[in-house]
């Protein structure tokens, strides 16, 4: 007797379903990409109990007539492709045709469905994979698909779902993914009676995003800055989140490619890398990206519920993203906004009269303050005539800590600035003033030099005259042998010296105040750490910014006039300078209306 038979079309229909119907969640996003395939404008999802007693779609799309709606819930019954070369042009959201038949042997499915140029509805009726007639019925073209008591059948799937507020959370992560780059639906979602959102196809996308996520612009939606591409055969559209609104997970980062929500490892390590000095490690940032390119560059036919998908050239999509997102994240002055405290209404305050006067009164507060706290005030100079742009690592660091000022030259305006504590500066701008963090400023300088300067060279060397010795681990052995490009790189020359002790040689020049042996120490404790395990370019970045943090003016040194102007000019030069390479702010900026607020004077 065989041992091996055909399995019915009800078992491979459970078998499916175990693959594609996880939970209500994966049932409203195969109902919703159904309807939006269907060409509907307006669709409503309604959800009773987290979608284990119902979860209903309805929409105006094309509909089905009485043939298809009989097929339709068949394994493999499928309208999006018919031969092997449809494959390579997947326009649809779905085309694999097992969701509807999936659904339907776990759950008790009614579908009433018209097609616009039918007199008529039909109706069908299906009870795990029990599959009544097709029979006429009244309704409106477009579709609804009623599911209830999901895996009432099935025990063990059944026992797997969470409370109905967990489902829900599903539920409503995959309306928004479905939702957001389907900006031409009128959509709404309901559960048990309440309508929890209600999306208008008039919406922009920044609307969109605050009905879907209010958490993430309560605070103001200029948090969100928007940018757009179309190069290379690929338009990207992103909305980013500026480093303020950054998140302990990457649950706010959300790629699209052609309306599908997707994840792609290319795309994360993208985002990661255009905000790269701009957060702390253990931050993500919030992203919405939109991808659409030709459907022909790409395979969605990879995984079951198409959440990845291949990219055949991932290097051009990669680079598109990255420069695109951090063009427009260093084109930001990313500056953060002093958080004062709200001001107390005050009725009958007459809003605009004479706020201009008053403007300027507080400008002219603010100059006589700085005037009689003695500020250091000089006429400002033209730096960028001041500063070669070729110059040298140590000389880099002489200009902003010891070399005299150079000439002046006289300016238009005035810049009026002040030391405070030996470690903040504060300065006069035109719309008020900001406070620098001298040690963070000076150290994000000292990063983006680093980094233009070791793409091109090494850093320059400084031989010592006594070589001092180290002592290492054998750990530390291992990675001055594995990592002699990197030291090279960074100019520094090791050489062994009995058996657990090498002799720096020579030091970066600009590291001229460090200890060379507590330095190389430091950095093999960041190459055996890191050294295995860390990308390239990641490990290379790390070590910038370690070394641009020792190089850097600390916090507590006391400045001379030409070096705090000097700190203020550099910074001109650089086009990334609001964040530390560490991710903390280098500068706050207050604003004259802020601080008329402050003082009521509004
Ligand atoms: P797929 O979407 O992969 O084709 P499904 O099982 O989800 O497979 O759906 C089977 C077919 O049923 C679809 O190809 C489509 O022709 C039809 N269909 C499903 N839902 C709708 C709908 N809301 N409106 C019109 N036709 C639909
Ligand atoms: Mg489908």
Redesign the pocket.
Known sequence: MSRIVLLDRNMVNLIAAGEVIERPASVVK??M???I??G?TALTVTIEDGGRRLIS?S?N????DAD?LAT??EAH?????REAADLNRIA???????????IASVAQVRAV?RAPDSDSAHCIEIDCGDKGPVVPCSGDV??T?QVRDLFYKTPARRKFLRTANTELGHITEQFARIALPQGHLDLALTHNGRELYRLSKTDDLKQRVSRLFPMLVSAGSDDLIETETNEKGIRIRALLGLPGLSRTSNQFQYTFLNGRFIRDKFISHAIKEAYRGMLDANRFPVVFLFIEMPFSEYDVNVHPTKVEVRFYNSNLVHSQVLGVLRERLLGTNLNIAAQLPARESAPGDEENVGRDLRKEQIADAMAEFFKRHRPVHQPQFDLRTEIAADRRDSDYRRTAIDRPAPAPVPMTHDRRYLQIHDSYIIEQTDEGFVIIDQHALHERMMYEMLQRRVQRESLESQRLLLPESIEVSEAQIGVIESHADVLTQLGIELTPFGSRTYAVQAFPAMLGNVSPTEFVQGLLDLLVERGATMAKQDLFNDILSMVACKAAIKAGQKLSDSEIRQLLADRERFESTSRCPHGRPTTIRFTIGELEKQFKRT
């Open positions: 195969e109902l990409e159904n309807s395939d269907a509907a779609v929409d799309g094309n509909g089905m298809d339709a819930f019954a499928t309208s999006k492709i649809t959201l779905g085309f694999r045709g097992e969701a509807l038949a999936s469905t477009g579709t698909i």
